[in-house]
């Protein structure tokens, strides 16, 4: 290994300190037989109360325990880099840390467990990764996860979800789903927001929202969906709806039934042939 040279606006060598955004730490990177930056140890030298970026390092990887001395940090941005697997425990120390950044990398999989430690975050950013597949149990231990951000991903399953049954808000704009099952989110009872346009979604099962009582946006524009079910008797709390640029023929009449209690109401650019009655 030798000691990686450069960082976008600080100049790092080992045991060289370095301040970016008003944050003083000391940051050991390495490059390994086929160049690529690994980061080896990063520790906070000034306030942990701050958020801690490392944003446009070019990073490829981070090896356990980097991050063990950030155990008070509560923001950190890993943004912009080249990440493309998280071993599990990296960010077991950091129970204080409540958002997340790992937007523009090239990550492809993320394994059980692999958020392990954070019992504090709430907010987690995944967005413009490679993302295929999350597993069943990725999110398992993340008991305060209320806002997850998946867009641009290529995603063909949302059934991780059922270990985030606290989860309050869900953008997975721009994947593969195809359908929603109705256990999707049977377990989400606290959801109320949900983006999933631009998804390819096909189908949409008839009770995918039964349990989703208190959801206030759904936006499903840009899709591929050819029918919708009625699902306005389980709308309660809609305040927004929006299922414009579909391919959507047949509308049964009484999904107009609760219009009348909502902001947005957004179902143009479909090629509506029939209302189906009763």
């Known amino acids: 290994f030798s000691i990686f040279r450069f960082s976008f606006g600080c100049l790092i060598q080992l045991n060289e300190n370095c301040t970016c955004n008003g944050q003083s730490f000391r940051v050991k990177i390495c490059k390994n037989g086929l160049g690529q930056n690994i980061v080896r140890n990063v520790t906070i030298l000034g306030n942990q109360n701050s958020r801690f970026e490392?944003?446009?390092?070019?990073?490829?990887?981070?090896?356990?325990?980097?991050?063990?001395?950030?155990?008070?940090?509560?923001?950190?941005?890993?943004?912009?880099?080249?990440?493309?697997?998280?071993?599990?425990?990296?960010?077991?120390?950091?129970?204080?840390?409540?958002?997340?950044?790992?937007?523009?990398?090239?990550?492809?999989?993320?394994?059980?467990?692999?958020?392990?430690?954070?019992?504090s975050l709430q907010v987690l950013f995944l967005r413009r990764n490679q993302i295929f597949r999350i597993e069943i149990d990725a999110f398992r231990t993340l008991r305060s996860l209320t806002d997850i951000r998946l867009n641009y991903n290529i995603l063909d399953n949302l059934d991780f979800l059922t270990n985030i049954p606290q989860l309050i808000l869900l953008s997975a704009a721009n994947n593969d789903i195809k359908k929603i099952n109705n256990s999707t989110f049977v377990r989400l009872v606290n959801l109320q927001e949900i983006n999933l346009q631009y998804s390819k979604i096909v189908e949409?099962?008839?009770?995918?929202?039964?349990?989703?009582?208190?959801?206030?946006?759904?936006?499903?524009?840009?899709?591929?969906?050819?029918?919708?079910?009625?699902?306005?008797?389980?709308?309660?709390?809609?305040?927004?709806?929006?299922?414009?640029?579909?391919?959507?023929?047949?509308?049964?009449?009484?999904?107009?039934?609760?219009?009348?209690?909502?902001?947005?109401?957004?179902?143009?650019?479909?090629?509506?042939?029939?209302?189906?009655?009763?």
């Open 54 to 119: 490392m944003i446009l390092w070019e990073i490829n990887d981070i090896e356990l325990k980097s991050f063990d001395m950030l155990n008070l940090v509560p923001q950190a941005d890993f943004s912009f880099n080249n990440i493309k697997y998280l071993k599990s425990g990296l960010f077991i120390r950091m129970s204080r840390l409540a958002l997340l950044r790992l937007d523009n990398n090239e990550l492809e999989i993320i394994e059980n467990d692999t958020f392990a430690g954070l019992l």
């Open 204 to 278: 949409i099962d008839s009770n995918a929202f039964i349990t989703l009582r208190r959801l206030r946006v759904l936006l499903l524009d840009f899709n591929e969906l050819n029918k919708i079910s009625n699902f306005s008797s389980q709308f309660t709390s809609m305040t927004s709806f929006a299922i414009s640029s579909n391919k959507i023929e047949i509308l049964d009449e009484n999904i107009f039934n609760f219009v009348n209690n909502i902001n947005r109401f957004s179902i143009q650019k479909n090629i509506i042939k029939k209302i189906k009655k009763k």
